[in-house]
């Protein structure tokens, strides 16, 4: 019985899949990482980083993996959702605007000269999105991102809590995508960061002077090195019946995907993503 259940099962979940599946590159089914728009109704994506669905063709949620990954690791709250919403869809023109929310909260942190620290972050990016189907190979985007950080922690000394305050700046970025569809199934996507305002880091710590006496700091750190902060990338997307393969290579300034921080490290930043899409 328990036998007959499971291949009814199994049989009732490769009918729906191979009924609904739309990964391939059509005109209905596009790229939602690097434009505006959005997975389809009842649309899913399970991936290796990002986990998708569409509640309408214009709405969709999602979030990344890494943050849940930690929760083990930190024995702390660790989570991030996001939400993304096409409002125009008209003419081959898209627009959509996407908010994410990351909180992470670490306790007996050990790192450096830091030997046993607490401290909670909350990341929020919000995004403007703009794409225009040119034809049927070309697609360009643009984004204007806000990513607004906060950062707080208690640790045992000044430098410390400058260690903790290193992230903490907020920052406006502007990154232009184009896409070409060499088939249905190859895309070559190239894209371009750029980060023309950083904010100054505000370090607010309480610091424990002895037994008895606990001091508040609060500093700035200078973010003179992120200012004007770039990156190009290039890459392809494979995209079959339900399976997407994403890969590709920048070089310019660290960006960490999803949090959208930038570091002022200037490295080759490799690009890696599977995920299934039904």
Same mark, same amino acid.
């Given at each position: 019985?328990?036998? =007959?259940?499971?291949?009814? @099962? ?12 739309? /990964? ?7 790229? *939602?990482? +690097? ?26 949620? @999602? ?12 024995? *702390? ?9 096409? +409002? ?10 996407? %908010? ?8 007996? +942190?050990? /790192?450096?000269?830091?030997?046993? @620290?607490?401290?909670? /972050? ?31 922690? %208690?640790?045992? #000394?000044? #430098?410390?809590?400058?260690? $903790? ?6 920052? +406006? ?19 371009? =960061? ?21 001091? %508040? ?10 200012? !004007? ?13 339900? $399976? !997407?393969?994403?890969?590709? /290579? ?9 949090? =959208? ?12 993503? $599977?995920? $299934?899409?039904?």
């Amino acid at each position: 019985m328990v036998k =007959r259940l499971a291949a009814i @099962g199994a049989f009732a979940l490769s009918s729906l899949i191979s009924l609904s599946a739309h /990964a391939y590159h059509t005109e209905e089914d596009r790229q *939602s990482d +690097f434009s505006a728009y959005t997975l389809k109704q009842n649309q899913f994506r399970l991936g290796l980083f990002q986990q998708e669905y569409g509640i309408l063709d214009s709405w969709m949620v @999602g979030t990344y993996t890494v943050p849940w990954l930690l929760m083990p690791i930190t024995q *702390s709250p660790s989570f991030d959702l996001y939400s993304k919403w096409k +409002f125009i869809d008209i003419g081959g023109w898209a627009a959509a605007v996407r %908010a994410t929310v990351f909180y992470f909260n670490v306790t007996d +942190f050990q /790192a450096g000269s830091i030997e046993s @620290g607490d401290f909670r /972050a909350t990341v929020v990016p919000l995004s403007l999105m703009l794409s225009h189907v040119f034809d049927e190979e070309w697609t360009a985007s643009f984004e204007t991102v806000w990513v607004q950080t906060s950062i707080s922690g %208690a640790v045992d #000394s000044s #430098s410390d809590a400058s260690a $903790f305050g290193a992230g903490a700046q907020s920052n +406006f970025q502007l990154a232009a995508t184009g896409e070409y569809r060499i088939n249905k199934v190859v895309a070559v996507n190239l894209i371009g =960061r750029f980060v023309p305002f950083v904010t100054d880091a505000r370090i607010s710590s309480n610091v424990s002077v002895d037994e008895a006496t606990e001091v %508040a700091i609060t500093a700035d750190v200078s973010a003179e090195d992120l200012r !004007n902060a770039w990156q190009i990338q290039s890459g392809l997307t494979l995209s079959w019946k339900t $399976f !997407n393969l994403q890969f590709g /290579a920048g070089y310019g300034n660290l960006f960490i995907p999803g949090v =959208r921080l930038v570091g002022a490290i200037k490295t080759v930043m490799p690009d890696f993503d $599977f995920y $299934f899409r039904f």
